[in-house]
Nanobody
Framework: QVHLVESGGGLVQAGGSLRLSCTTSGNLVAFNVMGWYRQVPGKQRELVAALTSGGITNYAETVKGRFTISGDNAKNTVDLQMNSLKFEDTAVYYC??????????WGLGTQVTVSS
């Protein structure tokens, strides 16, 4: 069983930065894709950023140029650096990992609150 644990959430003023980290109990190389999603009450969970095993990144249009996803195979972590945060970035952020079989794992989430 793979566990994903998010950390780094918190309260920050608009324009500030936060760095989220996702630690996996398995090796990153075992996954096709690692990603960060977010969800606000009443809305669907949405993709924020994704990183493939080949190093390809994908970002939601709303965060391009502000957020950066990166992985560290030695530490089995995937980080999300969030700069120039906006009020609308407020959400619970979830780490996601997808195996080549398609099996998907989720973390429990970490709250990010941006005050305007």
């Amino acid at each position: 069983q793979v566990h994903l644990v998010e950390s780094g959430g918190g309260l920050v003023q608009a324009g500030g930065s936060l760095r989220l980290s996702c630690t996996t109990s398995g090796n990153l190389v075992a996954f096709n894709v690692m990603g960060w999603y977010r969800q606000v009450p009443g809305k669907q969970r949405e993709l924020v950023a994704a990183l493939t095993s080949g190093g390809i990144t994908n970002y939601a249009e709303t965060v391009k140029g502000r957020f950066t996803i990166s992985g560290d195979n030695a530490k089995n972590t995937v980080d999300l650096q969030m700069n120039s945060l906006k009020f609308e970035d407020t959400a619970v952020y979830y780490c996601n990992a997808v195996r080549p079989t398609g099996f998907t794992y989720w973390g429990l989430g970490t709250q990010v609150t941006v005050s305007s």
